[in-house]
């Protein structure tokens, strides 16, 4: 079975312009996540979608937003880059039910310059 | 609000010795707790999940436990290798959705 996979693995960017990130889930996993690692605040919740719809939100400005395809693949995208938006963003899937452990399987990550 | 510590930062042990690496939080009402394994520069692997009704988990030479009272969770770590350098994150999940508030990791150096 395939892992979660993430791409670009690397993105150089300059301040001002707009960056889209894609996750694909493990096979069947309908619930994907989003996190922000930088060396400062560690690793931060950016957003949770489950069929679609945002169920949960971290809190970060309106600059971050996702979105998810009905395949459970999830996109993020972040407008007008500052530096600090410099890090490395992971993704995680996994499969939510009563009585299943929610264990969550992450990517390899996209790492993201702002220059 | 939920805040996960992890002390120390980092921690260097020679080869072969078993040791303890710890983690608090300050809501006792989680859902979960889950240990992670990072490599330099790689995504997350999950090692261990421990429900809320359980009091630890094991998993070869690794073994979690779980003090929901006191906001404490202990991952041990048996007969150490080199290979288990990385660094390791505990998180919490407060409900069945996927939020994870994580801790800021401690970075294990085992020496040959």
């Known amino acids: 079975k395939a892992g979660v996979t993430q791409t670009p693995r690397y993105l150089i960017k300059t301040r001002g312009q707009q960056v889209t990130l894609s996750c694909s889930p493990i096979s069947g996993h309908r619930s994907v996540s989003w996190y922000q690692q930088t060396p400062g605040q560690g690793l931060q919740f950016l957003f949770e979608y489950f069929s679609e719809t945002q169920r949960n939100k971290g809190n970060f400005p309106g600059r971050f937003s996702g979105r998810q395809f009905s395949n459970s693949r999830s996109e993020m995208n972040v407008s007008t880059l500052e530096l600090g938006d410099s890090a490395l963003y992971l993704c995680a899937s996994s499969l939510i039910g009563r009585g299943i452990q929610n264990i969550q399987y992450f990517g390899a990550g996209t790492r993201l310059s702002v220059l | 609000k939920q805040e996960v510590t992890q002390i120390p930062a980092a921690l260097s042990v020679p080869e072969g010795e078993n040791l303890v690496l710890n983690c608090s939080f300050t809501?006792?009402?989680?859902?979960?707790l889950q240990w992670f394994r990072q490599d330099p520069g790689k995504g997350l692997t999950s090692l261990l999940l421990i429900q809320s009704s359980q009091r630890e988990q094991t998993s070869g030479r690794l073994n979690a436990s779980l003090d929901k009272s006191s906001g404490r969770s202990t991952l041990y770590i048996a007969a150490s290798q080199p290979g288990d350098s990385a660094t390791y994150l505990c998180?919490?999940?407060?409900?069945?959705?996927?939020?994870?508030?994580f801790g800021k990791g401690i970075t294990l150096s085992v020496r040959p």
């Open positions: 998180a919490v999940s407060t409900g069945a959705n996927s939020k994870l508030t």
């Open positions: 809501d006792s009402a989680i859902y979960n």
